[in-house]
């Protein structure tokens, strides 16, 4: 079995406005596959986690695995507007249940990426994506001779994922698996996380934050009338890092604007939070990947989780 899926580029196709030439191109016209040769200008890499094994082990609906190929073909029709290339780098799955060998393959697809000048963007699959994610980050970083760097992780999500890892990793374990690599390599666990639900997250969970030195915000603080508040929290945060990585789950929108996951949220952050957030990490030239996770194509509604998704695609890469 080769070590990653190969690059489909039949999902890259839709509308064409021919009488209004190079100003009516979409993401179709434009996407390219990824030449793993190293040849490449420099510029935003897709990579799929087809995965949804952690879900299934924290005990949420799945059907995460088919997001990646879902976000593409709402990506597909998307109006063009980005000055730099895109690849699409394929996918890695995890179809034997392995979670622990498919967090290896996605690391190192990061971590090729990287290497190569590019700005990784990973669709997931379930949040367990965050744990490959961040070990590419990680990897790339101590390749370079950069690991001294601190690495800032900023999540938008409903939920800490803090829970302990027992016996077997899940979609609910990814932070505190990277808070026991940080320790085990001597670096520091710089984890913020916004749009917690108090409901939706145990004392246990908060305690643990607090023990980690997270810096979270309540989805009831993150409102439009907040925002400069929540700007300056983030300046202070990113001042302190090296690098960021942005990790985006999407159970931290409203219900109904995300409909299409495990756990709907009963009050969310809005969109009109989240943007702003997204533009200020991006302005910082500190950003040096980014995923969306959770959305489930199985649970949507006329796709409009996927329209959604697609939106922060956009919002990530302009």
């Known amino acids: 079995m080769d070590k990653f899926n ?20 979409r993401w179709h016209d434009k996407v390219q596959p990824w030449p793993q040769a190293g040849s490449a200008a420099p510029g935003v890499a897709l ?8 879900v299934r082990r924290n005990k949420g609906r799945v059907g995460a695995a088919g997001a990646p190929l879902a976000v593409r073909k709402l990506l597909a029709n998307t109006a063009w507007h980005l000055g730099r290339p895109v690849y ?7 179809e034997d249940g ?10 190192e697809r990061v971590a090729s990426l990287l290497d190569e000048g590019h700005f990784p963007l990973v669709l997931g699959g379930g949040h367990e994506v965050a744990f490959g994610s961040w070990s590419g980050l990680n990897r790339h970083l101590l390749q370079q001779n950069a690991g001294r760097g601190r690495v800032g992780i900023i999540n938008f999500d409903a939920h800490f994922d803090l829970r302990m890892k027992l016996e077997q990793a899940s979609s609910g374990t990814p932070f505190f698996q990277i808070a026991e690599q ?10 913020a996380c916004l749009g917690v ?40 945060f990113i001042a302190r890092c090296d690098h960021l990585y942005l990790t985006i789950d999407l159970d931290v929108l409203p219900a109904a604007v995300m409909p299409g996951v495990s756990a709907p949220a009963a009050r969310g ?6 943007e702003p957030l997204i533009a200020h990490i991006r302005a ?35």
């Open 269 to 274: 952050v809005e969109l009109a939070v989240i």
């Open 47 to 54: 990579v799929g986690f087809a995965c949804d094994e952690g």
């Open 6 to 25: 190969p690059v489909d580029m039949s999902v890259w196709q839709g509308r064409q406005d021919p009488e209004d030439g190079e100003l009516a191109l």
């Open 88 to 94: 699409d780098g394929g996918d890695v799955n995890c």
């Open 98 to 107: 392995d979670l622990d060998a498919a967090h290896g393959r996605l690391a």
């Open 182 to 191: 940080c320790a085990a390599q001597g670096s520091a666990f710089t984890y």
């Open 197 to 236: 639900a108090e409901t939706a997250n145990t004392r246990a969970l908060f305690a643990r934050a607090e023990a980690l030195g997270v810096w979270h915000v309540l989805d009831e603080a993150m409102t439009p009338a907040e925002l400069p508040v929540l700007l300056s929290g983030l300046d202070a």
């Open 284 to 318: 910082s030239g500190k950003l040096r990947l980014a995923d969306l996770a959770e959305y489930n194509p199985t649970l949507d509604q006329d796709n409009r989780s996927a329209r959604v998704a697609a939106r922060l695609v956009h919002q990530l890469t302009k």
